[in-house]
T-cell receptor, first 109, second 116 residues
Framework: RKEVEQDPGPFNVPEGATVAFNCTYS??????FFWYRQDCRKEPKLLMS???SGNEDGRFTAQLNRASQYISLLIRDSKLSDSATYLC??????????FGTGTSLTVIP | NAGVTQTPKFQVLKTGQSMTLQCAQD?????MSWYRQDPGMGLRLIHY???????DQGEVPNGYNVSRSTTEDFPLRLLSAAPSQTSVYFC???????????????FGPGTRLTVL
């Protein structure tokens, strides 16, 4: 079983739409959780950390459910510039990071 | 700060050739790692290091060697290149993370390797 699993998409949404990505992880002892963004042919960059209480950064909201081992990312009012691949990332107790395969998002004018 | 730098950006090798991908960081991070990224596979950990003189294998270590003689540098060596090693290679670094759960990884721009 993979450490981190994501729906690969692709998600094609119109500008202004709300879109949600989901991710599950297999190791219940995992310590930290993140969403990264990766643009085509570029390196992954941190979008936001994910906390148990849920956290928001502008149009982006991340949620963590430790009991279900489930992470989500909600993007409101999608912009063209949000088009990218979104990677779910989990860090275990040994400081190793595990990446999902990514979910592709295209925002259409 | 330059962050994480990688050289070269692009490389073409013939089967059987060897080469070293360079990675350096100037953030005094203890933890460094190498990943490869293939279509549909996500990023997979090749090797990692928790500090100078300490390295360990990740998920896909075969065919690669690493060393960590300084905190700044973490080169990845391909011993005898094979077409299956055609991929994009990313180096990343992070603080040790024992004190801050939110510490995450910073990536270099990647090396695109083709093995013919």
């Amino acid at each position: 079983r993979k450490e981190v699993e994501q729906d690969p998409g692709p998600f094609n949404v119109p500008e202004g739409a709300t879109v949600a990505f989901n991710c599950t992880y297999s190791n219940s002892a995992s310590q930290s959780f993140f969403w990264y963004r990766q643009d085509c042919r570029k390196e992954p960059k941190l979008l936001m950390s994910v906390y148990s209480s849920g956290n928001e950064d502008g149009r982006f909201t991340a949620q963590l459910n430790r009991a279900s081992q489930y992470i989500s990312l909600l993007i409101r009012d999608s912009k063209l510039s949000d088009s990218a691949t979104y990677l779910c990332v989990v860090r275990n107790t040994g400081n190793q990071f595990y990446f999902g395969t990514g979910t592709s998002l295209t925002v259409i004018p | 700060n330059a962050g994480v730098t990688q050289t070269p950006k692009f490389q073409v090798l013939k089967t059987g050739q060897s080469m070293t991908l360079q990675c350096a960081q100037d953030m005094n991070h203890e933890y460094m790692s190498w990943y490869r990224q293939d279509p549909g596979m996500g990023l997979r950990l090749i090797h990692y290091s928790v500090g100078a003189g300490i390295t360990d294998q990740g998920e896909v270590p075969n065919g690669y060697n690493v060393s960590r003689s300084t905190t700044e540098d973490f080169p990845l060596r391909l011993l005898s290149a094979a077409p299956s090693q055609t991929s994009v290679y990313f180096c990343a670094s992070s603080p040790p993370g024992r004190l801050a759960r939110t510490d995450t990884q910073y990536f270099g721009p990647g090396t695109r390797l083709t093995v013919l």
